[in-house]
């Protein structure tokens, strides 16, 4: 059975962007409905720690708690578990519910839609990438959040990135041996970043912090994984091979965490077609997209972090709410510098195209391997060809790799934007009703009240 | 409705074995805990979950009967069975 529901401003994302948005709006009257793929708010920054570990490890997040404070208090209709795998510029989102027995497919009809749909890691390919064991960086984070323990286990965390060092610090404070972070940015673009802190000492204070809890941690820049090492009988993981460009090593432990910064998660806008600056969702000073009705909030507009986020969130929210957002202009545009500062420190070197072998598997979906797609050129040829970005992550993960090995930009987003079982796709539609509504958001809204 | 607090556990079958896990586990965190993989590929190789948010389908297993489930996505039910092996 499917459902529908009518809204005047619907919030993609309930990650900071969009918390911030969703709270802007109903604060002003709107009507609000806000849609996570989560179980719980907060998206991948703000993400909870399993029940299991409240009291012990949980650290208190003042600014995250207010944020979601204040969307209880007001009037937004939070709906977790929802995935959105069509949307339409007419004013039509299409999600499924997990939560749902028959994961049944809801309509969201809309007048305004705010995009925050955040951002996810970009994963290049190495050799043993593949291996259990291996993870993302910020996806060993999210795990361990979610109860999968590490202490006494030995981690390496390489990649690039900000989260690096957030990242190693939670790991250590749970007991995990972080004996390297490999940062693949060179010391001299790094210190060019902090330096250029000093208007902003909260970031700079945050880093050092994170440094401190790291004290027996080697922090490696210009130092990248060449290969993850499975052990002899075979299929998990014992050592990493590290490389500071001259001389390579090999260091053993149990996990690797790697990721190569952010990409953003533009599907949405993509299908919905909002025009693009680069791989970025193209707003202007109220963050509406070229789509008048649709805005755009957070990483899908630039990859600028939480100030960032929480900022164009607001101001997307009053905007909406037909409210003057002239007082924010100020603090959006000193996010922006941080932005570009991001950018500047973080950038792929181009050894990194070097590190995938003929047979190192690049899409792991279909298991497509790196020596099949040097013989094709176009996005829409490689999938074609050899299955690459064609299983169920539909290339969200070998699309930015693929990118960024071979220069070859994926397109053609279509719906459904994410596997929907075709059961969902043709029940009927049926008005929800607004008991049943109520009940949903009770039912999110306390038991986030722990 | 408040929550209690005490350590709860559940009792789940992976691939037929019973496994206990604290409340609150995701079932991708329970399945690397019981250092089973989530999946084999097409290639036959196994694999465990990578970006933890429900976005690259590597921790996908069949979960209470139900193909492609997403792991990291649900959280661990008393009575809850996975599979693992296709």
């Known amino acids: ?450 | 409705m408040l929550k209690t607090l005490t350590a709860q556990t559940h009792s789940l079958h992976i691939n037929g074995a019973t496994f206990e896990v604290a409340s609150g586990t995701s079932v991708a965190a329970a399945l690397l805990l019981a250092g089973q993989p989530s999946r084999f590929s097409v290639g036959g190789e196994p694999r465990a979950a990578l970006c933890g948010m429900g976005i690259c389908f590597e921790c996908r297993a069949v979960v209470n009967g139900v193909p492609h489930q997403r792991t990291c996505q649900l959280l661990c039910e008393d009575g809850m069975t996975m599979e693992t092996n296709r």
């Open chain 1, 1 to 450: 059975m499917s459902s529908t529901i009518t809204t005047e401003v619907l919030v993609l994302g309930a990650g900071p962007a969009g918390i911030a948005a969703a709270t802007a709006a109903a604060e002003h009257g709107r009507r609000v409905v806000v849609l996570d793929d989560n179980r719980k708010p907060g998206g991948q920054i703000w993400r909870e720690g399993s029940t299991a570990k409240v009291g012990s490890t949980r650290v208190r997040n003042s600014k995250k708690r207010r944020a979601l404070d204040r969307l209880y208090r007001s009037t937004a209709l939070l709906l977790p578990g929802r995935t959105v795998f069509n949307a339409s510029a007419d004013g039509l989102v299409e999600a499924t519910c997990e939560n749902a027995a028959d994961r049944a497919v809801e309509r969201i009809h809309f007048e305004y839609l705010i995009l925050a749909t955040g951002a996810r890691e970009r994963f290049l390919p190495f050799p043993g990438a593949t291996l259990p064991g291996v993870f993302g960086v910020g996806g060993l984070q999210a795990l361990v959040r979610a109860g999968y323990t590490i202490a006494g286990k030995r981690v390496v965390v390489a990649g690039t990135g900000p989260l690096l060092l957030a990242v190693a610090a939670h790991l250590a404070n749970d007991g995990a041996t972080v004996s390297t972070i490999a940062e693949q940015a060179p010391f001299l673009k790094l210190a060019a970043f902090a330096a250029s802190l000093w208007r902003q000492p909260t970031k700079l204070l945050q880093g050092a912090r994170f440094r401190s809890s790291l004290r027996s941690t080697a922090y490696r820049t210009g130092c990248w994984v060449t290969e993850a090492i499975a052990s002899p009988h075979g299929h998990t993981l014992s050592a990493v091979r590290l490389t500071d460009g001259k001389r390579t090593w090999t260091e053993p432990c149990d996990l690797l965490a790697c990721g190569y910064h952010l990409v953003p998660n533009t599907e949405i806008a993509e299908l919905l077609g909002c025009a693009f600056d680069g791989s970025f969702v193209m707003v202007d000073a109220q963050q509406r997209t070229s789509i008048p009705n649709i805005f755009c909030v957070g990483e899908p507009t630039g990859i600028a972090g939480l100030d960032a986020a929480i900022v164009q969130g607001e101001v997307a929210g009053l905007e909406c709410a037909g409210e003057s957002t002239q007082s924010l202009r100020g603090r959006v545009l000193k996010e922006q510098v941080f932005a570009k500062g991001l950018e500047r420190a973080f950038g792929l070197r181009e050894e990194l195209r070097l590190l995938p072998r003929p047979d190192t598997i690049v899409c792991r979906c279909e298991d497509v391997r790196f020596a099949t797609l040097q013989r094709n050129a176009e996005w829409s040829d490689i999938k074609l060809q050899t299955r690459c970005g064609m299983g169920p992550c539909q290339g969200r993960v070998c699309g930015p790799a693929v990118e960024f090995l071979l220069d070859c930009k994926p397109a053609s987003v279509r719906q459904p934007l994410y596997p929907v079982a075709l059961r969902a796709l043709c029940s009927a539609i049926e008005p929800i009703s607004e008991v049943e509504i109520i009940e949903i958001s009770e039912f999110s809204n306390t038991e986030e009240k722990v």
